[in-house]
C-alpha cells in the first residue's frame, strides 16, 4: 500500500501523541516548583507574582488595587508621571528547613515592576497610596483635560 513508510509508527503501535507529551511537560513543570528552592520558595512565600492590576475609573479618580501578600509597605514602590503608573516591590527572606533529619536554610528573592497606561492623564501630586491587609490601594485623581489651542500657519 502506498505511503505506509510515511507513516512515523508502524502497524500495532500506538501514534504519537503530542498532547500527552505536553501533559508530561507541565507535571515535570509542578514537580519542580514543588521542590525546595528559590523559585519554590518565592512562589509559596509571595502567591501570585507579580501580582494583576484591579482599574477603577470613576467620574473624579481611578482606583488601583493590587493584591501583595506579604509584601512590606517599605518593600513598595509607586511612581506616576502623567498617565503612566508603575509600580514596583523587592522581597526575599529565608527560612531553615529540616527533612529527613537533615538541616538547611533556603533563601529566596523576587522582585517585580508593572507598568500601567492610564486612560487619561492624572495629577501626581494629589495621588494618594495605602497598603492595608496585603491590598496596595492607590487613587489617582485625574487632571482636567488640556485646552485645544488653534495654532496659526504662517
Given at each position: 500500500?502506498?505511503?505506509?513508510?510515511?507513516?512515523?509508527?508502524?502497524?500495532?503501535?500506538?501514534?504519537?501523541?503530542?498532547?500527552?507529551?505536553?501533559?508530561?511537560?507541565?507535571?515535570?513543570?509542578?514537580?519542580?516548583?514543588?521542590?525546595?528552592?528559590?523559585?519554590?520558595?518565592?512562589?509559596?512565600?509571595?502567591?501570585?507574582?507579580?501580582?494583576?492590576?484591579?482599574?477603577?475609573?470613576?467620574?473624579?479618580?481611578?482606583?488601583?488595587?493590587?493584591?501583595?501578600?506579604?509584601?512590606?509597605?517599605?518593600?513598595?514602590?509607586?511612581?506616576?508621571?502623567?498617565?503612566?503608573?508603575?509600580?514596583?516591590?523587592?522581597?526575599?527572606?529565608?527560612?531553615?528547613?529540616?527533612?529527613?533529619?537533615?538541616?538547611?536554610?533556603?533563601?529566596?528573592?523576587?522582585?517585580?515592576?508593572?507598568?500601567?497606561?492610564?486612560?487619561?492623564?492624572?495629577?501626581?501630586?494629589?495621588?494618594?497610596?495605602?497598603?492595608?491587609?496585603?491590598?496596595?490601594?492607590?487613587?489617582?485623581?485625574?487632571?482636567?483635560p488640556t485646552d485645544v489651542r488653534r495654532v496659526d500657519i504662517q
Open positions: 500500500m502506498f505511503g505506509k513508510e510515511l507513516l512515523p509508527w508502524r502497524r500495532g503501535e500506538s501514534p504519537w501523541r503530542p498532547f500527552e507529551e505536553m501533559r508530561g511537560l507541565a507535571r515535570a513543570f509542578e514537580r519542580a516548583l514543588a521542590a525546595p528552592g528559590p523559585a519554590a520558595g518565592a512562589v509559596r512565600e509571595l502567591g501570585a507574582w507579580p501580582p494583576e492590576f484591579d482599574l477603577q475609573d470613576t467620574p473624579k479618580e481611578f482606583i488601583v488595587s493590587v493584591k501583595v501578600p506579604g509584601v512590606a509597605k517599605e518593600a513598595l514602590q509607586v511612581e506616576v508621571a502623567g498617565a503612566r503608573l508603575r509600580i514596583r516591590a523587592q522581597q526575599g527572606g529565608e527560612r531553615e528547613l529540616r527533612k529527613h533529619g537533615g538541616r538547611g536554610r533556603e533563601r529566596y528573592f523576587a522582585s517585580f515592576a508593572r507598568s500601567l497606561n492610564l486612560p487619561a492623564p492624572v495629577k501626581p501630586d494629589e495621588t494618594r497610596a495605602t497598603c492595608r491587609d496585603g491590598v496596595l490601594e492607590i487613587h489617582l485623581p485625574k487632571a482636567k
